[in-house]
């Protein structure tokens, strides 16, 4: 497994930006398939972006498609979030995910088996 330390929660206003980092720790990391989940109060943890390890495909959740980028620095072992037009919605504890192994389905938290701590978003109407 490897750990994950993620950054750059913060409090801001609707239709900001703001950008997530996930620091990785491990010399595979550039093999995993990674990912983003949130996690409302009173609410399960849901799928926002995933890339897989060679960076070739990237997928997103509908509700995010359009406004958030995932990317994966291998050299620097980060992947990154980068979140447009924030919407009050977007609030929730924003999780990294790792997965050491193949899985066709990246949307589903059971896909990974390394989780950071998480990072508080917060967005204001």
């Known amino acids: 497994q490897v750990q994950l330390v993620e950054s750059g929660g913060t409090l801001v206003q609707a239709g900001g930006s703001l950008r997530l980092s996930c620091a990785a720790s491990g010399r595979t990391f550039r093999s995993y398939d990674m990912g983003w989940f949130r996690q409302a109060p009173g609410q399960e943890r849901e799928f926002v972006a995933a890339?897989?390890?060679?960076?070739?495909?990237?997928y997103y959740a509908d509700s995010v498609k359009g406004r958030f980028t995932i990317s994966k620095d291998k050299a620097e072992n980060t992947v990154d979030l980068q979140m447009n037009s924030l919407k009050p919605e977007d609030t929730a504890v924003y999780y990294c995910?790792?997965?050491?192994?193949?899985?066709?389905?990246?949307?589903?938290?059971?896909?990974?088996?390394?989780w950071g701590q998480g990072t508080q978003v917060t967005v204001s109407s």
């Open positions: 890339i897989r390890w060679s960076g070739s495909n990237t």
């Open positions: 995910a790792a997965a050491s192994y193949y899985n066709n389905d990246l949307k589903r938290p059971g896909s990974f088996d390394s």
